[in-house]
């Protein structure tokens, strides 16, 4: 039987030269009978893959076979349910009818840390396809992001004028430091800063993301320390064929950017390349109006703004034996100006990775490595209290070199999917600063460290019956840090297990599901080693930091009625040793600050997603999450509300799609939160509508119009205590090319 399968592979992807072959064809078309094109085919023979392909522009497909026995057909697109057809012996064609997946049941790899999607119902995930994002009105990836239930931003600004250090992300009220507590991925490798866990959402080209996996609850059972709030995975295009995309646009603001991404295949080798520039001249952020005691805006406020290059490559080859190597690489560098003259910032950073993947066991292994290196400077500056001059008081170097390498084994017996693997990274990081005073360089500060990471994981993922299924796991790791000016050395450990279920009641189209899970969080080395200052504030480093420990557990209600699709999951989370910056002094002229694990954080709320496909080529998507976060340790900060976390937030999209015509609109309201742990400086509630339209002009060329904050709201970033606003109306138009 064996050889038989491997004789029908020949078959298959040879074409058997110099004979003739059967031929199998079909069709993919969704439920009103229009055609979809580039969906993946996949052809199996007894349980084994022998070809896979994609639908041509008329959703055709055709495979040149010797069919013998039963013949099976599995269809994936984006946006779409997966779909399975049954070909009986002797049939020659098929049609395959393609139902639009609820947004819960797209198929994602996140949940299980491999290349083989799933639609895993005890995980609460969302999926956001490259079509939302480039029919979306957000310029970049972090502002579309927003409709994401619990999804907030650091100050909630956007990445294009914001401070790179400000770029945390924050999911179920588990925030309130710059310092990302949740993954974020791009391709399985880390996109968090090293030394500092912020998040440089630029480095990825937008034309390049096939989608945007979100994981909501903590993701410690699988991918460790960083992943305590949760998981984000970037999913680049992985062309199967000659493919390119390109985007251009300009706008108000200064603003412009040229996005470009090709790729295809060649007998075994796959290989795609793309790169990005994006500039923005930005907006002045100081409100004109202060608040009592401050004074206005004044003559050094200056705009805020960016410029960021970035580039990536890839090239992998596909062996017949099933193995496959991959190699990529990204290189990405921006500048960034703050608000005045001398304040500033640029980064450069180098990063590649290899992957190595293939059956061995009965299951699939896959090997893993990365490495890279970065300099970040930043230039901090005090201001006047008429705000008309300003002198330069520190310049700060960050050098970071990062490295990790990892393997995982995954297999399938029977009503079991086990996965297996250990992982491990290095950091080596500083912080060099040159103090000034009058203008003069003083002493040069060199603080920093190291830190290795390790681990192992286990998952079992168990079919108990077709309607319930339970997914038990573990994740133990191992922390080391040491400075490298000072005697300090800390080693620490941590096991983090997970249990989750979901059941399928009856065929009523609703399913219920729940999980437990312990995380944990080890402080970065800019927490441990890192000062700088915002406005008025300064914020020191603390040496003496501990890991954050997570408790918690989530359960909800999927409800797919037809049209209508529906998700509410409530949440509980209570972080031991929070780290947060408590307040040491504060006077009008200057606020001190210091990093320090203050005190137990208290968690609880409730998320609503949901879906309508409305008649006349019209859908609505509705998200909101209620959250209850507040500081609950026998401290000072008890029953205060965790900074920069807001009460709750909501999101409102509807969209057009029909023949040439695309439109979309987001309405995004975050409700008030503060910037400081003493619930002295509150940010107001903001509330943006953005609008986008797009017409097909020709074959694959669409041209656009977009406008954020369509109403020119003015609303709060930051009170430091200054304070500043939000981004503007921000109009652009431009052109998308897309091949095939």
């Known amino acids: 039987m064996h050889m038989q399968i491997i004789l029908f592979t020949l078959l298959m992807n040879l074409g058997l030269a110099g004979q003739t072959g059967d031929r199998f064809t ?43 026995g039963t013949l099976r057909v599995v269809v994936t697109a984006s946006g779409f349910a997966v779909a399975t057809e049954i070909v009986s012996d002797g049939s020659r064609s098929v049609q395959v009818t393609l139902q639009p997946a609820p947004f819960y049941e797209a198929v994602n790899v996140t949940s299980s840390r491999t290349d083989v999607p799933r639609a895993d119902p005890t995980v609460t995930m969302t999926v956001l396809s490259s079509s939302e994002l480039l029919t979306s009105a957000p310029v970049t990836l972090d502002d579309a992001l927003k409709l994401v239930p619990g999804f907030t931003l650091f100050r909630r600004t956007s990445s294009r004028t914001a401070n790179p250090t400000t770029q945390g992300v924050a999911l179920r009220g588990i925030g309130g430091s710059a310092q990302s507590r949740s993954l974020v991925l791009t391709d399985g490798v880390p996109l968090n800063d090293a030394f500092g866990g912020w998040v440089y959402w630029n480095k990825v080209p937008q034309v390049a993301i096939d989608r945007v996996e979100v994981q909501r609850g903590s993701g410690s059972d699988l991918y460790g320390a960083d992943a305590v709030g949760g998981v984000v995975q970037l999913l680049t295009l992985r062309p199967a064929r000659p493919t390119g995309r390109a985007l251009l646009e300009g706008g108000n603001l200064g603003t412009g950017r040229v996005s470009l991404f090709g790729g295809g295949r060649t007998r075994g080798w796959r290989y795609s390349t793309g790169g990005e520039w994006f500039t923005i001249e930005g907006y002045i952020p100081v409100a004109v109006e202060q608040n009592p005691g401050i004074a206005p805006r004044g003559p050094i406020d200056s705009e805020v703004g960016s410029t960021h290059r970035s580039a990536l490559g890839s090239t992998g080859y596909q062996f017949e034996d099933g193995w496959r190597f991959d190699l990529t690489a990204n290189v990405f560098s921006e500048d960034r100006e703050n608000g005045s003259p001398l304040s500033i910032n640029n980064t450069q ?33 005090s201001v006047n209290a008429a705000r008309s001059s300003e002198t330069l008081n520190r310049d700060q170097h960050v050098p970071t070199t990062f490295g990790g390498a990892g393997g995982q084994w995954f297999r399938q017996w029977g009503r079991h999917t086990l996965l297996i693997g250990a992982e491990g990274r290095y950091i080596k990081g500083s912080s060099i600063e040159t103090p000034y005073s009058q203008g003069r360089a003083l002493a040069i500060v060199d603080a920093g460290g190291t830190q290795q990471l390790g681990s192992v994981f286990v998952q079992d993922t168990v079919a108990v019956s077709d309607r319930l299924t339970l997914v038990l796991g573990a994740h133990g790791d191992s922390w080391h840090s040491e400075a490298k000016a000072t005697a300090y050395s800390k080693t620490l450990g941590s096991l983090n297990p997970r249990v989750s279920g979901s059941y399928r009641v009856a065929d009523s189209g609703v399913t219920v599901r729940g999980s437990v899970y312990h995380g944990f969080r080890a402080p970065t080395l800019n927490e441990l080693y890192r000062s700088f200052s915002s406005g008025n504030t300064q914020t020191r480093p603390n040496e003496a930091l501990g890991p954050e420990r997570l408790t918690g557990g989530d359960a909800g209600v999927m409800i797919n009625r037809g049209r209508a699709s529906a998700r509410v999951t409530g949440f509980w989370n209570v972080l031991d040793g929070a780290i947060t910056t408590v307040t040491l002094s504060s006077t009008p002229q200057l606020i001190v600050r210091q990093r320090a694990n203050a005190d137990t954080l208290h968690a609880a709320g409730i998320e609503f997603e949901g879906d309508l496909r409305l008649p006349a080529s019209f859908s609505l998507g509705f998200s909101s999450g209620l959250v209850n976060s507040r500081f609950r340790g026998d401290t000072t900060l008890r029953d205060k509300r ?6 709750y937030n909501l999101g409102v999209n509807l969209r057009y799609s029909h023949r040439e015509w695309t439109a979309s609109s987001q309405l995004r309201v975050t409700g008030p939160q503060f910037e400081d742990d003493q619930n002295l400086l509150e940010l107001r509630r903001a509330t943006v509508l ?9 074959r694959k060329i669409s041209v656009f119009v977009a406008v954020e904050n369509l109403f020119d709201a003015t609303y709060d970033v930051g009170r430091t205590p200054i304070l500043t606003t939000g981004l503007p109306r921000a109009a652009r138009v431009g052109v998308l090319l897309t091949v095939p």
């Open 349 to 381: 950073s180098r990063q590649g990775a290899a992957e190595a993947a293939g059956g061995i066991g009965g299951g699939l292994l896959s090997l893993r490595g990365f490495g890279g290196t970065q300099q970040y400077q930043q230039t901090f500056t």
């Open 642 to 647: 965790v900074l920069q976390v807001p009460s």
């Open 26 to 68: 079909g069709t993919v078309v969704d439920s009103s009978g229009a055609p979809i094109a580039d969906a993946t085919v996949r052809l199996e023979a007894s349980g084994t893959t022998v070809g896979e392909l994609r639908t041509a522009d008329d959703g055709r497909f055709a495979f040149t076979v010797a069919p013998s």
């Open 690 to 698: 953005d609008l986008f339209g797009s017409r097909t002009v020709a």
